[in-house]
């Protein structure tokens, strides 16, 4: 191989790499700056990942919204979901859509597939995005077990994330709406 | 030319001299010019595997470092911290394209940073911004961003790194039961290289490498790229891919070389003992073909034809490679081994069509019997220890596992081990008898 074209290609796959990684960081600091907040409610637990660290691995207890008659999206495909907040001020979804919504703030998410529940309602399962909450390892198993652990048995835990244009980041942890690494500094003996 | 091909050479020198072949002046000569080359090639190679090495260990840490995650500096702080050993990494390389091509210790060692920062950058990114799913996401992501590497900057090792980290994907992905199709046109990627490596130093070691991860790769790949939808495929899919190995590895070979130099031939033996011992049972052979084709889960149309291109292709492949490279008195060896393939090609279908599965069981017992000790006789024949060694441990772990499996009755085991110990006995007395003879002859 010519030397320059070698050089010349090593260039574009070199910005390819940056641009994937630098990419991300824009993508997520522009939800982060300008996105409006929200809280969904989630459940907690901790492992660990070879490359990425510690991390409170998160189920959300609201992975499904409801499907208008008409809506009929593939496995995999793309899925526009509006956020609404319920009477205790936590994020909820509201009718799924195949087109963007025309206002109010939404997610756009890979759907799992169309089923009814118990009631005959129909449903839109989706692949939350958020998944794992990345953590100081030594704070992280302490995380996990914080929202288990309550003398109530469960705690209420939710994650706040910021929502633009459909990317959504996640921006912190909060166990019985306080801020993860307060409540781990405030619950230091009992924990 | 090869070390090995050197030192040969050097040891011809002292009796070509005596016989006038050459004279002490030309003698003296080649010993000068082979005795640079080759102990340049050595240093040579010790700098670029520890090149290799040290930007493996150095990348590794810094991998770890970022894991502990840093959350007290802020998310500004944390992206420059991603970005920046990428930046410079590839600064790196780049340096190197232009003033070090021709290094090859300088070439994998920054490669090898290269394809570890890679990883870097986009695990810490994922971290600071928690985003990016699963392992099985990073992991594919890591390997999409490799893909180039191995061509574009001539590195083995990056192209070993990149065979791991799409090997491990492709097994985090079935867990999660995702479709893994993708991994086969992405681990094309690494065939220009290995082209060009074959083509420039086909006897290095980093030929002997690369082979060893792709071998090794389509050992695992073969069975995680199965859809099993028609169950007992892999049976001959494996022994056609193992038979395939050997052969080529035989064709491959020349002269004596080291173990290491010939990965395909190890790969291929060792699968091929691990597959025929797993097969001598008869569990394997339970409802395997196309009376038990499943039906009740979703399987992708073109997963499942490949299972079959690959089950129909690769024992196909495998005889007509032994049938054209393989020559029958030089390689005797190589095609006793292939003989799973036509005998799996007759048991497969039969098994299939009658639903008794003592038939595999029986047939691959036998065939491990009939290897073992044909290997044996063709290492006494050859006074080759390692094919001697080689054919017994085939015949020995076919007897202990034999010895403890269960499927027969204790006075049936108890009589075959009987008479087979004493058909070793037998062929030791007539084995001795006819050595001795030929000793005396040579006298």
């Known amino acids: 191989m010519n030397r320059r074209l070698g050089l010349a290609l090593f260039v574009v796959v070199a910005l390819v790499q940056l641009a994937v990684a630098g990419g991300a960081i824009v993508k997520s600091e522009i939800a982060l700056r300008t996105g409006e907040a929200f809280r969904f409610r989630i459940q907690p637990v901790d492992p660990v990942d070879a490359f990425r660290g510690r991390y409170v691995a998160i189920r959300f207890a609201v992975d499904r919204a409801p499907a208008p008659e008409d809506l009929d999206v593939k496995s995999g495909k793309r899925v526009f979901l509006p956020i609404e907040i319920d009477a205790d001020g936590y994020a909820i979804f509201g009718?799924?859509?195949?087109?963007?919504?025309?206002?109010?703030?939404?997610?756009?998410?890979?759907?799992?597939?169309?089923?009814?529940?118990?009631?005959?309602?129909?449903?839109?399962?989706?692949?939350?995005?958020?998944?794992?909450?990345y953590m100081d390892e030594d704070l992280a198993p302490d995380a996990g077990r914080a929202g288990w652990s309550g003398r109530r048995g469960q705690r209420e835990a939710s994650v706040g994330v910021r929502v633009r244009g459909g990317v959504g980041v996640i921006e912190d942890l909060y166990i019985d709406d306080v801020p993860i690494h307060q409540w781990l500094a405030e619950n230091a003996d009992n924990r | 030319m090869g070390r090995l091909s050197i030192r040969w050479l050097l040891s011809e020198l002292p009796k070509l001299e005596a016989e006038g072949v050459i004279d002490a002046s030309a003698a003296d000569r080649l010993r000068t010019h082979y005795a640079e080359e080759t102990s340049g090639s050595g240093r040579r190679l010790v700098v670029a595997i520890f090149a290799?090495?040290?930007?493996?260990?150095?990348?590794?840490?810094?991998?770890?470092?970022?894991?502990?995650?840093?959350?007290?500096?802020?998310?500004?702080?944390?992206?420059?911290?991603?970005?920046?050993?990428?930046?410079?990494?590839?600064?790196?390389?780049?340096?190197?394209?232009?003033?070090?091509?021709?290094?090859?210790?300088?070439?994998?060692?920054?490669?090898?940073?290269l394809a570890l920062t890679v990883a870097t950058a986009v695990a810490l990114v994922d971290q600071t911004y928690h985003t990016g799913g699963d392992l099985e996401s990073f992991l594919w992501r890591w390997s999409l961003l490799l893909a180039p590497l191995p061509w574009l900057l001539n590195s083995t090792a990056v192209a070993m790194l990149f065979l791991a980290a799409l090997t491990w994907w492709a097994g985090a992905a079935k867990v999660e039961g995702s479709q893994i199709l993708m991994m086969w046109p992405l681990a094309a990627a690494v065939v220009p290289h290995l082209v060009h490596v074959m083509r420039s130093e086909r006897r290095g070691l980093r030929a002997a490498n690369l082979q060893w991860a792709i071998a090794i790769f389509l050992c695992v790949a073969a069975g995680l790229g199965l859809d099993n939808r028609v169950p007992g495929l892999w049976i001959v899919i494996y022994v056609g891919l193992f038979a395939l190995m050997i052969t080529l590895g035989a064709v491959n070979r020349r002269g004596e070389e080291g173990l290491w130099r010939r990965p395909l031939e190890m790969v291929g033996i060792t699968g091929s003992i691990v597959m025929w011992l797993i097969?001598?049972?008869?569990?394997?052979?339970?409802?395997?073909?196309?009376?038990?084709?499943?039906?009740?889960?979703?399987?992708?149309?073109?997963?499942?034809?490949?299972?079959?291109?690959?089950?129909?292709?690769?024992?196909?492949?495998?005889?007509?490679?032994?049938?054209?490279?393989?020559?029958?008195?030089?390689?005797?060896?190589?095609?006793?081994?292939?003989?799973?393939?036509?005998?799996?090609?007759?048991?497969?279908?039969?098994?299939?069509?009658?639903?008794?599965?003592?038939?595999?069981?029986?047939?691959?017992?036998?065939?491990?019997?009939?290897?073992?000790?044909?290997?044996?006789?063709?290492?006494?024949?050859?006074?080759?220890?390692?094919?001697?060694?080689?054919?017994?441990?085939?015949?020995?772990?076919?007897?202990?596992?034999?010895?403890?499996?269960?499927?027969f009755g204790f006075i049936l085991k108890g009589l075959a081990f009987i008479l087979v110990g004493i058909g070793f006995l037998v062929a030791n007395v007539l084995l001795s008898r006819s050595l001795r003879a030929g000793e005396e002859e040579a006298k």
Do not use: C
Request: aromatic share 10%; glycine share 10%; proline share 4%.
């Open chain 1, 95 to 133: 009718q799924a859509s195949a087109e963007k919504p025309m206002s109010g703030p939404y997610l756009r998410l890979r759907a799992g597939g169309i089923y009814p529940d118990e009631e005959g309602n129909r449903f839109v399962w989706v692949t939350m995005p958020f998944r794992r909450y």
């Open chain 2, 52 to 113: 290799v090495f040290g930007a493996l260990l150095i990348g590794g840490g810094v991998i770890l470092l970022l894991a502990h995650n840093w959350e007290a500096f802020g998310r500004g702080t944390r992206a420059a911290i991603a970005l920046a050993p990428l930046l410079a990494s590839q600064a790196m390389v780049g340096w190197v394209l232009v003033r070090k091509g021709e290094s090859t210790a300088w070439r994998e060692g920054s490669a090898t940073l």
């Open chain 2, 279 to 407: 097969l001598s049972f008869d569990e394997p052979w339970r409802h395997i073909g196309w009376k038990h084709i499943y039906s009740t889960e979703k399987f992708l149309e073109v997963s499942s034809w490949l299972d079959e291109v690959l089950a129909v292709g690769l024992p196909l492949a495998a005889i007509v490679a032994m049938a054209l490279l393989l020559d029958r008195g030089r390689h005797r060896l190589h095609l006793l081994w292939g003989l799973s393939v036509p005998l799996v090609a007759v048991v497969w279908p039969l098994t299939a069509a009658t639903d008794s599965r003592w038939i595999g069981a029986v047939a691959f017992t036998l065939l491990l019997f009939v290897v073992g000790v044909a290997t044996i006789v063709e290492g006494v024949r050859r006074q080759n220890l390692g094919t001697v060694n080689l054919g017994m441990l085939v015949v020995a772990l076919l007897v202990v596992v034999r010895f403890f499996d269960s499927g």
